[in-house]
Nanobody, 115 residues
Framework: QVQLVESGGGLVQPGGSLRLSCAAS????????IAWYRQAPGKQRESVAR???????NYAGFVKGRFTISRDNAKNTVDLQMNSLEPEDTAVYYC?????????WGQGTQVTVSS
């Protein structure tokens, strides 16, 4: 059974950093494309970053070089390092993997950027 568990969220001041982690079970993160999404209150869920099986990474435009997605094959995790956080980054962050025809999501981790 596929499970994704996010951790690492919290409250941080503007300009601060957080590192989110997505621990996977039931799959190996190095043979699937894994993505991070986020959903702010009253808004639709949006893609933040994705790491492909090949190792290629892509990011949403709003990331502007502030975030880095990485994969640890030994730990079977996909991390999202977030720097220079802004209040607009406040959201619940989710890990995702698509195993057609089904998409799997974690429970999410709350990130709040506020002074």
């Amino acid at each position: 059974q596929v499970q994704l568990v996010e951790s690492g969220g919290g409250l941080v001041q503007p300009g601060g950093s957080l590192r989110l982690s997505c621990a996977a079970s039931g799959i190996r993160v190095n043979i699937y494309d894994i993505a991070w999404y986020r959903q702010a209150p009253g808004k639709q869920r949006e893609s933040v970053a994705r790491i492909f099986r090949s190792g290629i990474r892509n990011y949403a435009g709003f990331v502007k070089g502030r975030f880095t997605i990485s994969r640890d094959n030994a730990k079977n995790t996909v991390d999202l390092q977030m720097n220079s956080l802004e209040p607009e980054d406040t959201a619940v962050y989710y890990c995702n993997v698509e195993l057609t025809p089904r998409a799997y999501w974690g429970q999410g981790t709350q990130v709040t950027v506020s002074s």
